[in-house]
């Protein structure tokens, strides 16, 4: 088995490279098409997984919604919806958001061991709590291993900017399906596709561009970003 899931990270972004508004409103970013796709996506994988903030900020149900994807999963003797799964070094999160009471399948919330009893009396049993190094950061790569050894094979990764930079940044990304809206944000206090970092691909290791895709007002790019990248799906293919 391999040491860590195949890593899909997927996003939307405006034009000038904002993930959401400075709003307390969700910008809504794409659209239905491709909101469908983004479905398919989350149905071929085994967990989900994304930032506390976008926990708290977004109240995401991060569930499989077309009923056909789901019976296919059960059929298959999946859960109708994949692992969901969330990172936070402070642990302030809510037993009653979406994340947790939306759909059947496990949640994962990696920590610092530190605030994980008061994480797991917090959350009840809503979540598995797993504790993990010193305060501060999980270790990302400490954390996927876990969910490898969890039997996640595949994991899509859907933001927010903090996550996304630490998922490239350690280069543990197989694939980036990266969604650009006709908008522009136009305000710098808005969270940013990314944050500061020593990318791996940069003036003199570019990312392999693997498609590009019109899905009605939106443009799908999606870049290949490890070795593993063949062997995982092909969302282009006729
Ligand atoms: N356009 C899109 O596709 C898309 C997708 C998702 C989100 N978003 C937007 O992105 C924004 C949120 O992005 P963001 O960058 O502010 O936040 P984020 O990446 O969603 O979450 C950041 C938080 O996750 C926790 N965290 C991240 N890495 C960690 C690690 N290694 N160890 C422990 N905890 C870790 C921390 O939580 P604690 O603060 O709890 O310690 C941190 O504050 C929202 O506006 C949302 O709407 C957009």
């Not at 490279?17 to 469908?36: E, K, M």
């Not at 859960?79 to 037993?95: E, I, Y």
């Not at 006709?182 to 498609?211: E, K, Q």
């Not at 970003?225 to 799906?233: D, I, K, N, Q, V």
Request: glycine share 10%.
């Amino acid at each position: 088995m391999a040491d860590r899931p195949y890593t899909l990270l997927s996003c939307g972004m405006s034009i000038d490279g904002y993930l959401d508004s400075a709003d307390a409103a969700r910008l809504r970013l794409s659209n239905a098409a491709d909101f469908d796709r983004v479905d398919a996506e989350r149905a071929r994988c085994d967990a989900i997984l994304v930032g506390a903030a976008t926990v708290r900020n977004d109240d995401p149900r991060l569930v499989v919604r077309s009923p056909d994807r789901r019976a296919d999963r059960v059929a298959r003797g999946l859960p109708a919806s994949p692992v969901k799964v969330t990172l936070t070094r402070r642990g302030d999160l809510a037993a009653t958001a979406a994340f947790f009471t939306t759909g059947g399948s496990d949640r994962i919330v990696y920590c610092p061991t530190a605030v994980a009893d008061g994480v797991r009396s917090r959350l009840g049993t809503v979540a598995t709590v797993v504790g993990s190094g010193p305060a501060g950061d999980v270790d990302v790569a400490g954390a996927m291993a876990d969910l490898s050894a969890r039997g996640v094979d595949r994991v899509m990764v859907e933001g927010g900017g903090t996550v996304l930079t630490q998922f490239l940044t350690a280069d543990l990304a197989d694939e980036l399906h990266l969604v650009v809206a006709p908008l522009f944000v136009g305000d710098s206090r808005a969270p940013r596709l990314v944050g500061d970092g020593d990318f791996p691909w940069n003036a003199t290791h570019r990312a392999v561009l693997a498609g590009v895709r019109q899905i009605g007002d939106v443009a799908l790019l999606r870049y290949a970003l490890s070795e593993r990248f063949c062997a995982g799906h092909d969302p282009d293919a006729p």
